[in-house]
């Protein structure tokens, strides 16, 4: 079955320096189609980011993330971490058996911390 | 504007003890609908997944059951909670189309 992974479980990083977050996936469809979803503490979990094509990069509220199907990755990057982006962040990879579920497999998320 | 409300906030029960959580959304025709699980300190699992009224599918096995009574409506429940039942549940909606999905507050629950 499809599978996400997320290699980090807690990323802390002084404020100004650049984020990345690992997401991989495995999946038998040629087209796979991915999210960032972030969970700050106290809210409810948002979508972040969607994928696009194929070494296409997606912006939104300062990140960013290229799907690269060579590598089955979608890492989520920002050039400069703010005390703000403190929060719990999950990729996803939506379901593609063409049943029209909106299923979504999460990846164990990645805690952010982001300190002065 | 869709709204989505999920009832209780909290909860503290006792082992043993039945369990029903509800989520109502509003705004929106025929949404799929999910429940989600949260350990404390742990990551997000999809429990279960509803796409019409009357059938929601299992994704992952926890003693629990959901049921779709009405389009916009989504309980979660069990007749006998267990300690490894304690967390965060999350309600969601979504279309099969975009498959993005849009959270509830959520309700935490404590089983003692």
């Known amino acids: 079955g499809d599978s996400v992974t997320q290699t980090e479980g807690l990323v802390t990083l002084t404020e100004g320096l650049p984020v990345m977050l690992n997401c991989t996936y495995q999946?038998?469809?040629?087209?796979?189609?991915l999210f960032w979803y972030v969970h700050y503490l106290n809210e409810s979990p948002r979508l972040l980011l969607k994928?696009?094509?194929?070494?296409k990069r997606t912006e939104h509220q300062g990140f960013h993330a290229t799907l690269h199907k060579s590598s089955s990755s979608f890492h989520l990057q920002k050039s400069s971490a703010q005390l703000s982006d403190s929060a719990l962040y999950y990729c996803?990879?939506?379901?593609?058996?063409?049943?029209?579920?909106?299923?979504?497999?999460f990846g164990h998320g990645t805690i952010l911390r982001v300190h002065p | 504007a869709q709204t989505i409300h999920q009832w209780p906030v909290a909860e503290i029960k006792a082992v043993g003890s039945p369990l029903s959580l509800g989520c109502t959304i509003k705004?929106?025709?025929?949404?799929?609908l999910y429940w989600y699980w949260q350990a404390t300190g742990g990551t997000l699992q999809q429990l279960f997944y509803?796409?019409?009224?009357?059938?929601v599918e299992s994704v992952v096995q926890l003693n629990l059951s959901a049921s779709r009574p009405k389009d916009d409506q989504f309980i979660l429940s069990t007749e006998k909670l267990l300690l490894s039942h304690s967390g965060f549940y999350l309600c969601?909606?979504?279309?099969?189309?975009?498959?993005?999905?849009?959270f509830g507050p959520g309700t935490r629950l404590t089983v003692l």
């Open positions: 994928s696009s094509t194929d070494n």
């Open positions: 996803a990879l939506r379901d593609n058996t063409g049943a029209n579920t909106g299923k979504l497999t």
């Open positions: 969601a909606w979504g279309t099969g189309v975009s498959y993005e999905q849009y």
């Open positions: 999946t038998i469809y040629s087209n796979p189609f």
């Open positions: 509803s796409i019409t009224v009357g059938q």
């Open positions: 705004g929106k025709s025929s949404p799929n």
